[in-house]
């Protein structure tokens, strides 16, 4: 198994360790970002990935090689430290840059491990909101470990450890998981959108090209009946309410 570690933290410390502490728990071969080393410049609102493309980002060429490596990997190993009760500026810079994925979602089999330290507070909160993040990019299934290093001398590793072989045995499972209703009335509303009768160029291209306007989600996930009329019925709310 391929495992991509996004390192949202601008130092090796304490979500650091944690992240090498899960790791003990997790087989396979890994592969590091550290968005400190990236160098992304900020995210100057052009819109142009979501309205044209995000090949006409200007920052491309240091935000795609990241993607293709999230594309490539099995398992995605995804962390922040609580800065200001949020991600980092690092991280948030990079969900900026790849906020066309909330109109083209594309990762409906990916699993995510998600690590988040704070020193006393909001690592649920923001643990919540990568959570949110990735499902929008489409991501199947998503673990959290959350940890408050304040008062703590040694890492507290039995929690880790748990939540790390789970998300591994997962990985390695290939189990595909059914969708919440939230991600369907997502995938929903943006098909609406690029089927409207003035849809974004960069929507209405990717939905008709991938073939995702003709399925109830991702033909990859398989939805149970009462998904499936309820997938329908946002499709047809959806239609109503943008025209
Ligand atoms: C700029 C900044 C903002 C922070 N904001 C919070 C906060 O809102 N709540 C909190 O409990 N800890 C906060 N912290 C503490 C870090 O979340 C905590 O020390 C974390 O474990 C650091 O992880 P790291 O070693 O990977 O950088 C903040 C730290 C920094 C540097």
Redesign the pocket.
């Known amino acids: 198994m391929k495992y991509l570690i996004i390192n949202g933290?601008?130092?090796?410390?304490?979500?650091?360790k944690i992240v090498k502490q899960a790791q003990k728990s997790i087989e396979g071969d890994f592969e590091e970002v550290h968005l400190i080393a990236q160098n992304i410049p900020i995210c100057i609102g052009c819109m142009n990935c979501m309205m044209e493309g995000e090949e006409n980002c200007p920052h491309f060429s240091k935000v795609n090689p990241i993607i293709e490596k999230i594309k490539e990997c099995d398992g995605l190993i995804i962390?922040s430290?609580?800065?200001?009760?949020?991600v980092t500026g690092l991280l948030k810079n990079f969900f900026d840059h790849t906020a066309y994925f909330y109109h083209r979602p594309e990762f409906f089999t990916k699993k995510a491990l998600i690590v988040v330290?704070?020193?006393?507070?909001?690592?649920k909160k923001v643990a919540n909101y990568i959570d949110e993040t990735l499902r929008h990019w489409g991501f199947n299934k998503n673990y959290k470990i959350t940890?408050?290093?304040?008062g703590k001398d040694t890492l507290e590793t039995k929690g880790i450890d748990k939540t790390a072989k789970k998300f591994s045995d997962d990985v390695k499972s290939r189990k595909i998981h059914s969708p919440k209703f939230m991600d369907i009335l997502y995938f929903e509303v943006w098909k609406a959108m690029a089927t409207s009768s003035d849809p974004i160029k960069a929507d209405k291209e990717f939905w008709f090209s991938s073939g995702l306007v003709n399925y109830d989600f991702s033909p990859k996930v398989k939805l149970n009946p009462i998904k499936k009329a309820f997938s329908k019925l946002m499709y047809f709310i959806m239609k109503r309410a943008i025209k």
């Open positions: 933290s601008p130092r090796k410390k304490n979500t650091w962390t430290p609580v800065y200001a009760m949020n330290s704070t020193a006393g507070a909001g690592q940890y408050a290093c304040g």
